[in-house]
Nanobody, 117 residues
Framework: QVDVVESGGGRVQAGGSLSLSCTAS????????MGWYRQAPGEQREMVAK?????TIYYQDSVKGRFTFSREKNTATLRMDSLKVEDSGVYYC?????????????WGQGTQVTVSS
């Protein structure tokens, strides 16, 4: 079992910045990949940024150039600049690991990001 704990988020005006942090802990197995996802009311959860096992970082097209994702061991940080109203939603951190040949996904409880115009 992996515990995923998020921090950060809050309310900001459009054009402002916020940082989200996430730490995955509790497993004797390595965390292979981590990522940030978000869900707006009435919408499906979508990937915002993620880092794969090989270190490749992917961003959703709408956040490229504005968001910066980084990972240090089992802590993942999402720096969000030039925020837009449409960036609002609940942001969830994901930790993924392989245990043998079985994949496991773990999620945080979510943190609210609200961008006002």
């Amino acid at each position: 079992q992996v515990d995923v704990v998020e921090s950060g988020g809050g309310r900001v005006q459009a054009g402002g910045s916020l940082s989200l942090s996430c730490t995955a802990s509790g497993s004797i197995f390595g965390i292979n990949a981590m990522g940030w996802y978000r869900q707006a009311p009435g919408e499906q959860r979508e990937m915002v940024a993620k880092i794969e096992t090989d270190g490749t970082i992917y961003y959703q097209d709408s956040v490229k150039g504005r968001f910066t994702f980084s990972r240090e061991k089992n802590t993942a940080t999402l720096r969000m600049d030039s925020l837009k109203v449409e960036d609002s939603g609940v942001y969830y951190c994901n930790a993924f690991q392989w245990v043998g040949d079985r994949p496991y996904d773990f999620w945080g409880q979510g943190t609210q990001v609200t961008v006002s115009s």
